[in-house]
């Protein structure tokens, strides 16, 4: 454990001091990595069954097999962050299968289920630029050396699941009718599914050890602007409504509707119409999990039993 | 495909800084067409197709060592093009990312992908310069 203070650390890592090891963490640095990472880790290792099942209807083989690439990336994130865990005195085997469903702590986003080819190409356009969003910052501004470094990989395995999704959400838009119709309505959903994702508006934001810590650099707030400055261009060009514009007058990006509102999982819909609720009604919202959270769960559980069984009889 | 991130619409630094990296594919790094048709076209062609960056490695398709060889002649561009594995994911983006810079120009007519995977690709197919720029990645090329 380290032999400074809280304040001592906070003011050292913020003159660009670079934590390597436990040893010079402090309890409140330490306990602060520890939930970014499990949040990291939990949403790599939950975005997999989330894919897969939608992967199951790529229009062909090839297409498939880059659906399983993306898979295989995020299952091999999760063991990376959850590996890093294991140096903070954390274990990688109770995380991953130890927990209760409702212990898990991705966004309430991968607890939808996913139900056809376009809902997974605006998942890897949407959530994955979400991902990217972050986990970017984290790598600029993190204080922790094994992190940065870890995330170089990370980074450029994300970006080509953004691409992936641009590419195919172009290419069902300029399709038309149906396929169009597809993307929009997966849009509807998740387009202000992302954007609750990035939590609390700074305004109403608790004291944020991890920017006190230098784990991260943005506020929400700004990482939600960050996410908006290349999804809403991007949309905007397909041709594809959504709930928020440009607005040259503040120069940053606003959104168009009740900002939370209610959400209905299985209809897969919000209610703008019923105007702005509280954070905390989101907060016991993400805190019950969405429709798939145990089955997601379940699967994993069920996999460690096959997966020994192989490694017995081999 | 190349997102316009940025168009004219003005961000504060920080974010508009932050957004830049979703750019995905290196397309915001093509330069722009030749005004002119070149003396040389086939060697105009390998100069353009070090502009096309895979799709995760920040390294372009020649310094991978993916490009076997190029003819170009009469506005038609042909291109010997081998993949890193046969399940590549990547590969369709990859032809289209070629197909559309290469198509950029005014001199090229036509663009034919001939896949080739006799040699296989192996590491040592990567470029000096592609190994160089990948140690500052900091990705390990064995």
């Given at each position: 454990m380290s032999p400074l203070t809280d304040e001592e650390l906070k003011a050292k890592v913020?003159?660009?001091?670079?934590?390597?090891s436990v040893e010079e963490m402090t309890e409140g640095y330490r306990k602060s990595l520890v939930v970014q990472l499990t949040v990291q880790a939990d949403t790599e290792l939950m975005s997999a069954p989330a894919y897969w099942m939608a992967a199951r209807h790529a229009p062909s083989a090839n297409t498939q097999v880059s659906a399983h690439a993306i898979i295989q990336d995020e299952l091999a994130h999760a063991n990376i962050a959850y590996?890093?865990?294991?140096?903070?005195?954390?274990?990688?085997?109770?995380?991953?299968?130890?927990?209760?469903?409702?212990?898990?702590?991705?966004p309430y986003g991968f607890d939808q289920p996913l139900d056809n080819w376009a809902e997974l190409v605006v998942a890897t356009g949407f959530f994955d630029r979400a991902g990217i969003t972050l986990l970017s910052d984290v790598h600029e501004h993190t204080s922790y050396g094994p992190l940065k470094r870890?995330?170089?990989?990370?980074?450029m395995e994300e970006n080509f699941h953004l691409r992936h999704g641009e590419v195919w959400m172009k290419r069902l838009t300029e399709a038309g009718g149906e396929a169009r119709e597809m993307v929009q309505r997966a849009v509807d959903w998740m387009f202000p599914m992302t954007l609750e994702w990035f939590g609390l508006p700074d305004d109403r934001k608790r004291h944020s050890g991890q920017l006190d810590y230098k784990l991260k650099g943005l506020s929400n707030d700004q990482l939600r602007q960050v996410w908006m400055a290349s999804t809403v261009?991007?949309?905007?060009?397909?041709?594809?409504?959504?709930?928020?514009?440009?607005?040259?007058a503040t120069e940053r990006y606003v959104q168009d509707y009740p900002f939370p509102c209610r959400y209905d999982a299985l209809e897969k819909r919000w209610f703008f119409d019923e105007g702005e609720i509280t954070w905390e009604s989101v907060f016991e919202r993400w805190k019950a999990r969405g429709p798939m959270n145990e089955i997601y769960v379940e699967a994993f559980r069920r996999s460690r039993g096959q997966v020994s069984k192989w490694l017995g009889a081999a | 495909m190349k997102v316009p991130v940025l168009n004219s619409r003005r961000l504060p630094d920080v974010i508009a800084a932050a957004a830049a990296a979703h750019v995905s594919g290196g397309r915001d790094l093509w330069t722009d067409p030749l005004l002119s048709p070149p003396s040389?076209?086939?060697e105009a062609t390998w100069k353009v197709l070090g502009e096309v960056l895979d799709p995760e490695i920040p390294?372009?398709?020649?310094?991978?060592?993916?490009?076997?060889?190029?003819?170009?002649?009469?506005?038609?561009a042909e291109i010997e093009?081998?993949?890193?594995?046969?399940?590549?994911?990547?590969?369709?983006?990859?032809?289209?990312?070629?197909?559309?810079?290469?198509?950029?120009?005014?001199?090229?007519?036509?663009?034919?992908?001939?896949?080739?995977?006799?040699?296989?690709?192996?590491?040592?197919?990567?470029?000096?310069?592609?190994?160089?720029?990948?140690?500052?990645l900091g990705v390990g090329v064995g």
């Open positions: 913020h003159d660009g001091y670079i934590v390597e590996r890093l865990l294991e140096d903070l005195g954390e274990s990688k085997e109770h995380l991953v299968y130890g927990r209760e469903p409702h212990e898990f702590k991705h870890a995330l170089i990989k990370i980074g261009p991007l949309c905007e060009r397909l041709g594809l409504n959504i709930p928020a514009h440009y607005d040259s | 040389d076209q086939t390294i372009s398709v020649v310094e991978l060592g993916l490009v076997y060889g190029v003819a170009c002649s009469v506005g038609i093009l081998t993949f890193t594995a046969t399940a590549c994911p990547c590969m369709d983006f990859i032809r289209e990312d070629i197909r559309d810079r290469l198509m950029q120009e005014s001199w090229i007519d036509e663009v034919e992908i001939h896949e080739v995977w006799s040699p296989p690709w192996t590491n040592d197919r990567i470029t000096d310069e592609g190994r160089e720029k990948l140690r500052r």
